[in-house]
């Protein structure tokens, strides 16, 4: 880190470093306000290290009090985060692991845009110190651009990071299509609370094949098993995402299918509802209702995920970095 190296060439004590981070998660706008830093070493930062990896280019405020950021890394790859505000005031990070995607999930749009590359540490934390320079945070999802268990050494790096800016690990979620390398290091090496979720979809092979190109690779059975043995290990509950697309994973017997895979102990299903990403139909609210029901009465926990920010394309699947 550039930092690291500057203070390291000043010869500065090795607690410098710290103060510095401790400054930059409390949420300051830069070097000048470090008030226990010498007025000359701040002076030489402010010119010579920048402040954040990321710049940003364009922020909008959704209808519902979302904020989505679109920043650029010094190498010019488009990256977005999002913050939630919800009713009972908690105040939810979505943060991206990588600037595009690899996979090609058919619904989400992220997956249509070009592969950048795997973001670094800093400019994972960075997103998070953006908003926290406007207000306190309290959870974080790796659910925005990018699969994080692609990028794991740099998102586990950063987690750990987070409590420093008010996001325990217990508020801290990663979201996976289930790639197998990292979701079994996860499983195996991480001793923090973080929270595991899964990106399913589809009761059944053949189908999550067709929306996730990803399960030909690792397939249902493999990548559940993992998540039971990441229960059996650490005692949390694993949250299983599901699009609700219409006609095509929605039926009745698709939530049977699903409540009979599902170990009601281990998982917990948020159904989500589709935003609109230009190649499926959402499922009704009436679907979705019934196809909840089913997962009741199976006593397979489910909660309906509420949609927010959707006006400024900040929802679910949306992000694209589109230049609108
Ligand atoms: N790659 C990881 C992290 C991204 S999470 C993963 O897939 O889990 C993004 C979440 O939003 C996933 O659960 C994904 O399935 C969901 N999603 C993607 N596109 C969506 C869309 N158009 N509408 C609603 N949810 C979507």
């Known amino acids: 880190m550039l930092l690291q190296r500057r203070l390291n060439e000043r010869r500065e004590p090795a607690y410098r470093a710290g103060q510095v981070w401790a400054w930059a998660a409390r949420g300051v706008t830069g070097y000048s306000e470090m008030t226990n830093i010498p007025g000359e070493l701040r002076g030489e930062l402010e010119h010579e290290v920048p402040f954040s990896t990321l710049e940003l280019e364009r922020e909008a405020t959704a209808r519902d009090g979302t904020r989505k950021a679109l920043f650029r890394t010094h190498d010019a790859h488009p990256v977005e985060a999002v913050l939630m505000h919800y009713r009972d005031g908690r105040r939810s990070l979505c943060l991206s692991s990588q600037s595009g995607c690899p996979l090609t999930c058919t619904f989400c749009a992220t997956g249509q845009m070009r592969f950048g590359r795997n973001l670094t540490p800093s400019e994972i934390l960075d997103q998070a110190l953006h908003f926290r320079r406007a207000e306190s945070i309290d959870h974080a999802v790796f659910m925005g651009m990018g699969e994080p268990m692609l990028n794991l050494d740099s998102v586990l790096e950063a987690a750990r990071g987070l409590p420093d800016l008010g996001i325990t690990w217990r508020r801290t979620t990663i979201s996976t299509v289930g790639w197998l390398p990292g979701l079994r290091r996860f499983v195996d090496e991480v001793e923090e609370p973080i929270r595991l979720a899964l990106s399913l979809h589809a009761p059944t092979d053949e189908l999550r094949s067709q929306l996730m190109p990803v399960n030909a690779r690792y397939p249902l059975a493999d990548v559940l098993a993992e998540c039971e043995r990441y229960f059996a290990l650490r005692r949390r509950q ?69 949609t927010r920010g959707r006006d400024i394309e900040a929802a679910c699947g949306q992000l694209a970095a589109l230049s609108r």
């Open 238 to 306: 694993v949250f299983v995402e599901y699009v609700m697309l219409g006609g095509v994973n929605d039926r009745f017997e698709q939530a049977q299918a699903l409540a009979s895979l599902l170990d009601p102990r281990v998982f917990k299903v948020n159904l989500i509802p589709y935003n609109p990403t230009g190649f499926y139909k959402g499922s009704t609210r009436k679907a979705i209702a019934a196809f909840k029901d089913v997962l009741d009465r199976a006593r397979l926990p489910a909660t309906v995920r509420l």
